[in-house]
C-alpha cells in the first residue's frame, strides 16, 4: 500500500508565497512522474505542474512563471513553490505519483490541501 500525505497548505494574502510537499510512502519500487492538481470550488480538477522522475517539468499557462515544481527522489516527495499568489489560486491542492514496480504502474492520489489566497 503507497500513501501520498500532503501539508503546507494554508491562508496566505495576494502577492504571498507557499510551499506544498507531498511526501509519498508504503511499498515504493520507484515513482515516475509526480503531479499538481489543484480544484476550485463549481470547478473540474485542472493540472497545475508535473515533474518526471528526470527531473523535466510542464506547467499549466496560469501558473508559469510563479509557481516551481521540484522533488527529492531519495524522499520520494514532490514540491510545490508557489510565489505572488492570486485570489484565484485558491483552491484544493492535490499531489498524485505514478508508482511503478517492475514493469507495472499504478496511479495514487493525496487526500488535498487547502490553499486560500485573500485580502
Known amino acids: 500500500q503507497v500513501q501520498l500525505v500532503e501539508s503546507g497548505g494554508g491562508l496566505v494574502k495576494p502577492g504571498g508565497s507557499l510551499r506544498l510537499s507531498c511526501a509519498a510512502s508504503?511499498?515504493?519500487?520507484?515513482?515516475?512522474?509526480m503531479r499538481w492538481f489543484r480544484q476550485a470550488p463549481g470547478k473540474e480538477r485542472e493540472l497545475v505542474a508535473a515533474?518526471?522522475?528526470?527531473?523535466?517539468?510542464n506547467y499549466a499557462d496560469s501558473v508559469k512563471g510563479r509557481f516551481t515544481i521540484s522533488r527529492d527522489n531519495a524522499k520520494n516527495t514532490v514540491y510545490l513553490q508557489m510565489n505572488s499568489l492570486k485570489p484565484e489560486d485558491t483552491a484544493v491542492y492535490y499531489c498524485?505519483?505514478?508508482?511503478?514496480?517492475?514493469?507495472?504502474?499504478?496511479?495514487?492520489w493525496g487526500q488535498g490541501t487547502q490553499v486560500t489566497v485573500s485580502s
Open positions: 498524485n505519483a505514478d508508482v511503478a514496480w517492475g514493469r507495472y504502474e499504478y496511479r495514487y
Open positions: 508504503g511499498s515504493i519500487d520507484r515513482i515516475n512522474t
Open positions: 515533474i518526471t522522475s528526470g527531473g523535466s517539468t
